[in-house]
C-alpha cells in the first residue's frame, strides 16, 4: 500500500479500490436513470420534421441548435480548458488541475442533466434533451468548477466526486427556487453559478482548514511556464465569457446584447487590474495572479444584467469597479480570510467569484428596478423580464426586490450546503493527503521520473543531488 | 552534410533538397489540378443570388455555410490543434509533432479535397467546392493523423508526405465503396476514419518494424510539461468532438443528436478511463497517458451511431465500454502487440483509434438494425438512412448488414493499403532517423542551443558555459 | 525606488505610480465617451422586435449576431490568444508577450469602438454598436498587436498604451480614406490591418533604434517550451484566419467564399514554408520562426481578395509565393533591415505582415481589376463591389486603380503615423527598459523567484545549489 514519503501525519491516499469503485458505480447509476428518464427534446428527436410542421417553421436553420451550439462550444471550453488550466499556475499542481477538473465535470454534466432535467425539462415521466441542457449542465458543472478552486490541492478525487454529487443537487434545488419560484432573472449566472458556487466552496474549505498547511507552503506558488499554462485557461474564459453570459438567453436581441456588455465590462476589467496591480506592490510590478484572474470578474459581475438593457457605458462601470475589487481582494483580503478566518482558498475564488458575483446580483436588481417600457419598448419591456401568466402585474421595483432576495437565498443556500458537504468530506475515508503532501501532483498521479529530483533540488537546494 | 551523432547506425537524414523538392513539386501539382478542376460550390459562388431564387430560400442564413461553419471550425482545431498537441507527449518530439502534423495536415486537406471531390462533388467535370467539402477534407486528414500517431518520432517528413499521399487516396476509395457502393451511414467516421486510420497505421508500424528501438527508450517517455502540454490536445479533442460527429450529418434534428449522443458518451467515457487507470496500477495511481487517450474512446465509439437515435443512455453505455477497452489495452496490449506482434505504436492508436473504432462499427451496425418507424417517425425514417431512390426497399437489417460489411471493407483496405504504404516508405531513400536518434527533435529541426547551458548561462552571465 | 539590477544605463522603469493613472484615467474617458456616445444597434436592443417588423423579418434567427458571433469569437481568438502566444517565443518574455498584448488590446477595442464608432456607425449622436462593431474593433486592434511585434521586448507598458491609442486613432482615419473616399474593398484587411500596422510599427521601431540591443542578445532567443507555446499562437491564428477574412464580409456567398480562399491560400503556404526552411538552412534542418510566423502570410495576402471571386487555385498560387516571400524575407531581410536600416523588428513582421500585405493590396487590385460579370453574375457583380450610388458607374479597372491607391494611402499613413507615434515614445517619460534589460520579463512583472537555481539543479544534478 502506498503512503506518502513524509511520515509526519501519515494518512492514507490510496485510491486502488475506492476511486474505481465510486466512478464505476455511479456512472452505471447515470445510465440506469438516463434509461429510465432521458430522452431527446423534440428538436433532436428523429420526429423533427413533424415537429417543425407543428411550430410552423420553415427551415431547418430555425432548430434551436444554430442559435446556441456555437455558444455551447464556447461555454464547454471555458469549462474543461478555461477552469482546468486557469487552475494549473500550481508548480506541481498540473496533473490534478486540469486532471479532477476533467473528472469531476465530467460526472457533474451527467448528473446535472438529471437535476435540471426533473426540475425544468420534465415532461410525461421524461426529460427531454437539448442543446439548452447541455449548457445548462456546463453552467451548474461551471460552479462546482469553482468550488474546487478553493480546495484545489487539498483534497482526493474521490472528496471532488462526492462534493460535485451534492453541489449539483444543491445548484439544481437553488436555482429552482431562484428561477421558478422567485421568478429571477440569471441568464449569465451571477448569483446560480458565481455566488452560490463561491460561498458554497469557501464553506467547504473553511470546514476542511488545515492548520498545518505551511508544511507545504513551497508548493503554493508557481514557476514560470505554470503561470504561462494558467494564462490559456484565464484567456479563454476571458474571450468566451460573452458566450457564457448570452448562452441561454432568449434568440435574437438579448443574446446579441448580452454578448456586448460582457464584452465591455470584459475590456474595462482589464483596465483596473493592470492599474491596481501595478498599484499595489512595492515596486510597482505586475503580479501573475491577479491577471489571471481578476480580468475576469468584470464577466461575473454582469452575469445578472448582461442580457438586460445595461447599456455599453453601465458594462464598463461594472467591469471598472470589479477590476478593482478583485485585485484589492487578492492583496488584502485573501491573507486576511486565511489568518483570522481560517479560510484557506487556494486559488482566490472569493475575489474572483463571490464578491463579484454578489455585485452582479446587485447590479442585476438595481437594473431590473430601473427597467422601462420606454427603454425595452412594450414588447421587449415583457419579453426582457418574462411578465406573462402569474408574473403579468409585476413590475420592475417588485421584480428588484425579488432578484435581491435570490441574492440571499443563494448564499444561504451556499452557507448550508457548503457546511453540510464539508463535513461529509471531513470524515477521515476519502483519502485526502497530508498537510506535507498538499499541491502535490505526486499523491494521486504517476510523475515522469525525472522530474522528482530536480523538483527535489529546487526545494532543497542546500542538499547534494546524489546522496 | 549533415550526420546522426551517433554512429552506430549511420543514416543520411540530410533534408536540404529532398523535402524541399517533394513540397514545392507537389504543391505545383495541386495548384495545376485545382486551376483545372476546383470551382466554387453555387452557395460560395458570386451567381448565389440567382442560385437562392432557384432554390427557393428567402435568407442568406439558409447558406450551408451557416449551418457548417461553426462546426467546420471545430473540427479545424481538432486536425491541427488536438492531434499536434496530443502528441506532443515525448520529451523530445514537440516540434516534430506538432510541426510534422502541421504540414501532413496541410497538405493533406489540399489532395483530399480533389480525391474526394472527383468521387463526391464532380459535376460537369468540375469540382464544386463549399464548406462541406472542408469539412470532409479535415476528415479525411484525420485518418492520417492517426496513422501518424503510430509512427510518431521514428519517420522523416518525407516518408509523411509520401504516407499522406497514398492513405488520402485509399481513404477516398474507401469511403466511396462505404459511403455510395454499400449505401452505409457513417457521419463521425468509426469506421472510415477510425478503423481505417488505424488499421493502416499500425500496419505501416509493423512494416517498418525497427528492432533496435530501445536505444532510444530513454525518450520515449514524457515530461512533466510535455504531459500538460498534450493535455491541451486531449482536451481540444474532447471538447469538439460532438461538433466532429455533427458536422456533416443532416440539417436539423440529425446534427443536434449527433451533439448530444456524443456529448453523452464522452462524458462516460471519462469515469470508466479513471476508473480503470487507477485499478491497473499497483500503487493506485492516476496515468496521464490514460486521462490523455482512453478519455476520447467515447467520441470514436459514436462515430457511426451518434447521428442515429442511439438515445442519451444508449450513448453513456458505449461510452462507458469504451473508457475500459482503451485504458485496458493501454496496460495490457499495447506491450503485447509491441513483443509478440513487433507493432511499435507510439502513441497507442490501437487503444484509442482501432478498438473503439470497431466497437463504432458495430454499433453502428446495430443501431441502424434496430431502427423502426415508431422511433424515428415515418419521415424520419427514411432521412435518417436515406431509404430513397434505390435504396427504397432496403430494411433496417439489411442496413445493419451493410454497416457490417463496411466494417470489414474498412479493415481489409487499411491492411492492403499500409501493407503496400510500408513497403514504399522502407525504401532507403526517405531520410528516416536510426534507432538510437527516433523520438528527437534535433535531427530535423533547428532545436534552440539547449536550455541547459542557456538557462544556466542567462542567470550567470559571468560564467563560462563549460566547467 | 526599483533599478535596474545592471547599472550600465540606469533607466526608471518604476510602474508604480505611472501605469495605474494612464490605465485609469484612460478608463475613465472611456466609460465618459461611451455614456455620451454608444448604445446598442437596432438589433441588440430590447426594440429589436418592433425592428423586425420594420426589416420584414420572420424569425430571429436573422438578427446579425447568427451571421457573425461564430466568426467574431473566432477573431477574437486570434487576437488575444493567437497574437498573445505567438509572441511568447522569447525565453524569458511569456508574460510580457501575452499580459501587455492583453492590456493594449482590452484597451484598444474600446478606443476603436468609438473611433470606428464616429466614422462608420454614427446616428443621429450616437454610436450604434452591434456585433460588427465588435469585429471591427479586434481588427483595429489586430493592426497594433502587429506594431507591438517590432518592438516586443524593448518598450514599457505605457508605451504601449500611448502607440495604441495613436495607432487606433489613425487606423480609424486611414479605414476611413480607404472604405469610404476610395471605396475600396479589404475584408480582410491586407491594406487597412497588416501593411498599415506593419509599416506602422516598423516606422516606430525604426526610431526608437536602440544600438546597444546586443547586450541583451542573449533572451532575444527561443527556447524548447518557449517555441511550443508559441505554436499555440501560430495554429489559432492560422485555424481561425478564414473566419477572419469572411468576419465581416456579405452574408451568404461572399462569407463562405472567403472562407474557402482563405483556406486554400494557407495550406499551400505551408508547403512552401517548409520547402524554403529547409531549404535555406546549411544542415536542411527546419527552423521554428518560419514555421510559427511564415505558414501565416497566406492568409494576411489573400486579405483583400478573399470575399472576390479568387478562385481556390488562385489562393493557392498567393499562398505559394508568400510561403517563399516570408521565409526568404526571415532569412535575408531581417538580418538586413536590422544592420544596415537599424530596423529592430523582433517579430518579423516586416515578412509576416508588411511584404504579405502588400502583396494582398496587389492581389486585391488585381482580382477586382479583372472582375466581369461573367465570373460573378450580373447581381453579383453588383453586390460584390457594392457599385450602387455615386459607384454605380465605376468599373473594374478603375476600382483596381482605386484599390492600389489604397495601399499607397495605407503605406503613407503608416510612415507618417509611426513617425510621430514613434517621436512620442522617444519622450524620456515612459519607462522603457535599459538595452541590458530588453527582453526581460522580471523589469515589469513579479517572476516566480526559484526558476533560475531549479534549472540549473535539474541539469547539474551533481554540483550543489550554492557555489
Request: hydrophobic fraction near 45%; include cysteine; proline fraction near 2%.
Given at each position: 500500500m502506498e503512503r506518502p514519503r513524509h511520515q509526519g501525519m501519515t494518512k492514507n491516499t490510496f485510491m486502488r479500490w475506492r476511486l474505481p469503485l465510486v466512478?464505476?458505480?455511479?456512472?452505471?447509476?447515470?445510465?440506469?436513470?438516463?434509461g429510465v428518464f432521458v430522452r431527446f427534446s423534440p428538436e433532436a428527436d428523429a420526429h423533427w420534421e413533424e415537429e417543425k410542421r407543428k411550430m410552423n417553421l420553415t427551415s431547418d436553420i430555425e432548430n434551436d441548435f444554430y442559435f446556441r451550439y456555437p455558444s455551447f462550444q464556447d461555454v464547454h471550453v471555458m469549462i474543461f480548458v478555461g477552469f482546468g488550466f486557469l487552475m494549473m499556475f500550481l508548480k506541481r499542481y498540473g496533473f490534478g488541475a486540469v486532471g479532477f477538473n476533467f473528472l469531476l465535470a465530467a460526472f457533474g454534466i451527467q448528473w446535472a442533466l438529471?437535476?435540471?432535467?426533473?426540475?425544468?425539462?420534465?415532461?410525461?415521466?421524461?426529460?427531454?434533451?437539448?442543446?439548452?441542457?447541455?449548457?445548462?449542465?456546463d453552467f451548474c458543472v461551471g460552479s462546482v468548477c469553482i468550488a474546487f478552486g478553493a480546495i484545489l490541492g487539498k483534497t482526493s478525487p474521490i472528496q471532488l466526486l462526492v462534493m460535485t454529487l451534492f453541489q449539483v443537487t444543491l445548484f439544481a434545488v437553488n436555482e429552482y427556487i431562484l428561477?421558478?419560484?422567485?421568478?429571477?432573472?440569471?441568464?449569465?449566472?451571477?448569483?446560480?453559478?458565481?455566488?452560490?458556487?463561491?460561498?458554497?466552496?469557501?464553506?467547504?474549505?473553511?470546514?476542511?482548514?488545515?492548520?498545518?498547511?505551511?508544511?507545504?507552503?513551497?508548493?503554493?506558488?508557481?514557476?514560470?511556464h505554470s503561470d504561462l499554462f494558467a494564462m490559456i485557461g484565464t484567456l479563454y474564459l476571458w474571450m468566451y465569457w460573452p458566450s457564457f453570459n448570452s448562452?441561454?438567453?432568449?434568440?435574437?436581441?438579448?443574446?446579441?446584447?448580452?454578448?456586448?456588455?460582457?464584452?465591455?465590462?470584459?475590456?474595462?476589467c482589464v483596465l483596473t487590474t493592470m492599474a491596481f496591480s501595478s498599484m499595489l506592490q512595492?515596486?510597482?510590478?505586475?503580479?501573475?495572479?491577479?491577471?489571471?484572474?481578476?480580468?475576469?470578474?468584470g464577466g461575473v459581475a454582469v452575469g445578472t444584467s448582461a442580457e438586460m438593457m445595461l447599456t455599453p457605458y453601465g458594462s464598463l462601470i461594472v467591469g471598472f469597479i470589479c477590476g478593482i475589487v478583485s485585485t484589492?481582494?487578492?492583496?488584502?483580503?485573501?491573507?486576511?480570510?486565511?489568518?483570522?478566518?481560517h479560510i484557506q482558498d487556494t486559488c482566490g475564488i472569493h475575489n474572483l467569484h463571490a464578491m463579484p458575483g454578489l455585485i452582479g446580483g446587485i447590479v442585476g436588481a438595481i437594473t431590473a428596478a430601473a427597467a422601462t417600457e420606454d427603454v425595452y419598448g412594450k414588447e421587449g419591456f415583457i419579453k426582457a423580464f418574462d411578465f406573462t401568466g402569474t408574473y403579468k402585474t409585476r413590475t420592475p421595483s417588485i421584480q428588484g426586490g425579488f432578484q435581491a432576495a435570490g441574492i440571499v437565498v443563494s448564499v444561504l443556500m451556499a452557507f448550508a450546503g457548503g457546511a453540510l458537504v464539508g463535513a461529509i468530506l471531513k470524515l477521515p475515508v476519502w483519502g485526502d493527503p497530508a498537510a506535507e503532501n498538499c499541491f502535490e501532483d505526486d499523491v494521486y498521479?504517476?510523475?515522469?521520473?525525472?522530474?522528482?529530483s530536480d523538483v527535489y533540488h529546487m526545494h532543497h537546494p542546500d542538499k547534494p543531488a546524489s546522496p
Open positions: 466512478c464505476l458505480v455511479w456512472e452505471v447509476a447515470m445510465i440506469i436513470l438516463f438529471l437535476m435540471q432535467g426533473w426540475f425544468h425539462s420534465f415532461k410525461s415521466g421524461k426529460i427531454l434533451v437539448g442543446v439548452e441542457n447541455l449548457i445548462n449542465a428561477l421558478n419560484l422567485l421568478h429571477v432573472k440569471d441568464a449569465g449566472g451571477s448569483m446560480t453559478i458565481h455566488t452560490f458556487g463561491a460561498y458554497f466552496g469557501l464553506t467547504v474549505t473553511r470546514i476542511l482548514y488545515r492548520p498545518n498547511l505551511e508544511q507545504s507552503k513551497d508548493k503554493q506558488g508557481s514557476v514560470y448562452a441561454i438567453s432568449e434568440h435574437g436581441d438579448a443574446q446579441h446584447r448580452a454578448a456586448i456588455n460582457t464584452y465591455c465590462s470584459l475590456a474595462a512595492k515596486k510597482g510590478k505586475l503580479d501573475m495572479v491577479h491577471i489571471q484572474n481578476a480580468t475576469l470578474a484589492v481582494g487578492y492583496v488584502y483580503l485573501t491573507p486576511f480570510l486565511e489568518s483570522r478566518l498521479w504517476e510523475v515522469p521520473e525525472d522530474e522528482e
